[in-house]
């Protein structure tokens, strides 16, 4: 027969929910296994590339309690590991205004205590030069806002959790996990067993959760990442530039990051992708992406000066979203020690540090202090539809 490690906590996935979770995970004392299959670094997920947004706001209060823990978790993180892994840049967000003139951002930053500056339209103009403004808008500068470094971000995380006595196995794939008292977790090397698992399995959820019987409507996209030369750099980069969101066009959310990790190139992209069946097929077609590209070359001939329309550099993300673009931060409706966090919309990065915390604390205590009513698998009963099927409504909430 096969003699199998016995651990506290298995957890499969180790893109950045996984790796914050295992970590939390080893900070508590539990002998916890981390498996990855592909290497600790890889590239065919949601979690690698250089950068990803990080800010206070959301229209949602949940989410704004959690970033006001996540900020002081990343500081904590950025010290042990003896890396920089936050650049403060501020982030601008444009926004038609609603009703009563406030646009959403600027509410919710304001019932949350956050400082923020409201622009107007010839302050948007006169301090962004660089950037056009079309239709009846508003800004809304937040300073918290700013990079993260993703690739760093998770490595460092990967690397405490080993010095504070974890186990990382890379190239390892789960094949099937089997519920039980204690749950047993068979790859494609051995078989684990441990009082409780945590699957953070990013795009490949649906097909490891069907075999335990779970069908969430979670939808698989591509997403591209683009890159644009500024015709002077200077005026992008982080001292003249901020983040940038602009949610005038509900249809078309678009979002920036000055120069940073390439040497004079700006990222530009659009906050959506083309559904797909499966993250393997990630490259396999070209998915409708002229039109896609085409989409952002137009934007920025409209909303900026100074810019190519053509990218230098294209990489591809995947986000797994839900209907509601809420996470999902649950224990298995039926066995209470296999806790899966999934469906983190294109917006799940920068919540990392927490969303570890909650996932750690439902391995361990079955519960967690933290709020998550929104997050729960419950919520989608009443559709036992198929996310094909399901019909996803146009996102209007400020997520990414």
């Not at 040497?263 to 959506?272: E, N, T």
Request: charged share 25%; proline share 5%; glycine share 8%.
């Amino acid at each position: 027969g096969i003699s199998m490690d016995h651990y506290d906590v298995v957890v499969v996935g180790a893109g950045i929910e996984g790796s914050a979770a295992a970590y939390q995970l080893a900070l508590r004392g539990q002998k916890t296994l981390l498996i990855e299959q592909f290497d600790a670094l890889h590239t065919r997920g949601s979690s690698h590339g250089a950068s990803r947004i990080t800010r206070m706001a959301y229209t949602q209060q949940y989410y704004v309690e959690m970033m006001k823990d996540a900020f002081p978790m990343w500081a904590d993180i950025e010290r042990d590991g003896g890396r920089q892994l936050y650049l403060q840049t501020g982030i601008l967000a444009v926004e038609t205004p609603e009703e009563d003139g406030q646009t959403s951002y600027e509410r919710a930053l304001k019932q949350s205590h956050v400082p923020l500056e409201v622009l107007d339209k010839t302050e948007l103009k006169r301090r962004y030069p660089n950037l056009r403004f079309s239709g009846n808008v508003k800004g809304v500068f937040e300073t918290f806002g700013g990079i993260l470094f993703a690739n760093r971000a998770k490595q460092t995380l990967q690397e405490l959790f080993v010095r504070n006595g974890g186990t990382l196995k890379t190239n390892e794939t789960a094949l099937s996990v089997i519920p039980g008292p204690e749950v047993t977790i068979k790859t494609t090397k051995t078989l684990y067993k441990a009082h409780s698992a945590i699957l953070t399995v990013g795009p490949w959820a649906p097909q490891l959760l069907s075999t335990l019987g779970l069908d969430l409507p979670l939808q698989i996209k591509r997403v591209g990442v683009y890159y644009w030369k500024p015709e002077c750099v200077e005026d992008w980069e982080a001292s003249r530039f901020p983040v940038y969101l602009d949610c005038s066009s509900k249809a078309n959310y678009i979002y920036a990051l000055p120069v940073c990790q390439y040497p004079g190139l700006l990222k530009l992209c659009r906050h959506d992708g083309l559904p797909i069946d499966s993250p393997d097929d990630r490259d396999l077609v070209d998915h409708g992406d002229s039109s896609y590209v085409d989409s952002i070359g137009k934007y920025i001939r409209e909303h900026t000066i100074g810019l190519s329309d053509k990218p230098s550099i294209v990489e591809t993300c995947i986000y797994t979203d839900t209907p509601d673009a809420d996470f999902i931060l649950d224990c298995h409706p039926r066995y209470r020690n296999i806790v899966i966090g999934a469906g983190f919309s294109g917006h799940g990065f920068k919540l990392a540090p927490v969303i570890g915390r909650i996932l750690s604390d439902l391995a361990v205590d079955n519960s967690t202090k933290y709020n998550i009513h929104p997050f729960r698998i419950s919520r989608f009963k009443s559709s036992k539809l198929n996310a094909r099927k399901s019909g996803f409504p146009r996102r209007v909430i400020v997520t990414c």
